[in-house]
């Protein structure tokens, strides 16, 4: 019954490695984002899909893309891992865009090793 | 752009009383939502209240309510009574109306501890 799920919630990679984190929301929202939460507990958004289009980039490294294959999903792949990339990882969700809520999945924490 | 300011990044409490947690923002827009977010320890950012900025009363959600000062673009958190599961970091946050802006922008966050 979780609305904004992610996957992994912890992962643990070498540097120069590939991977990719996976949302899924079943709230019926047409919104989804990306945000990082760096060590010192800053939360930033990095990306924005509205519909499966790209609406936000918040000046990512182009080695981060995200991908959005319907309305309920939005995967974020990240190439060559780096120290600086360790973080929590959290994708939201929310019905149409500015005038509503923005729920939460659980966070994925990424350390790059 | 926007930006948003917590300026006490820790705060402690006694169970049962009350604490107020400072906001402030910097913002040209006249509509826009402000928010409190919890994130408890297990990492889960949970939304605590939220404030249109056109209407001037203040957000009440049963122990939380808010003080909103359009005009000094304030925006603080009281917490009555005060409980054990109130600790957690506590993050103020904007969203602008205007397409294309509808990210939140976070303060930095607060630590509030609650002693029994």
């Known amino acids: 019954d979780t609305a904004v799920s992610q996957t992994p919630k912890y992962l643990v990679t070498q540097m120069g490695n590939d991977k990719s984190i996976k949302c899924e929301q079943n709230?019926?929202?047409?919104?989804m984002y990306w945000y990082k939460q760096d060590s010192k507990k800053f939360l930033k958004i990095m990306f924005s899909?509205?519909?499966?289009?790209?609406?936000i980039n918040e000046t990512v490294p182009n080695r981060f893309s995200p991908k959005s294959p319907d309305k309920a999903h939005l995967n974020l792949h990240i190439n060559s891992l780096e120290l600086g990339d360790s973080a929590v990882y959290f994708c939201?969700?929310?019905?149409?865009?500015?005038?509503?809520?923005?729920?939460f999945g659980a966070g994925t924490r990424l350390s790059v090793l | 752009a926007q930006t948003v300011t917590q300026s006490q990044p820790e705060m402690s409490v006694q169970e049962a009383e009350t604490v107020t947690l400072s906001c402030t923002y910097d913002?040209?827009?006249?509509?826009?939502?402000l928010f409190w977010y919890k994130q408890p320890p297990s990492r889960q950012m949970i939304l605590v209240i939220r404030?249109?900025?056109?209407?001037?009363q203040n957000a009440t959600e049963n122990r939380f309510s808010v003080n909103f000062q359009k005009a000094a673009k304030s925006f603080s958190l009281k917490i009555s009574d005060s409980q054990l599961g109130d600790a957690a970091m506590y993050f103020c946050?904007?969203?602008?109306?205007?397409?294309?802006?509808?990210?939140?922008?976070f303060g930095k966050g607060m630590k509030l501890t609650v002693n029994p």
């Open positions: 939201a969700s929310s019905l149409g865009q500015s005038r509503n809520i923005q729920y």
């Open positions: 709230l019926g929202h047409d919104t």
């Open positions: 899909y509205n519909n499966k289009e790209l609406i």
């Open positions: 913002t040209s827009e006249s509509d826009y939502y």
């Open positions: 404030q249109e900025a056109y209407k001037q």
């Open positions: 946050a904007y969203r602008s109306v205007r397409g294309g802006s509808e990210k939140l922008v």
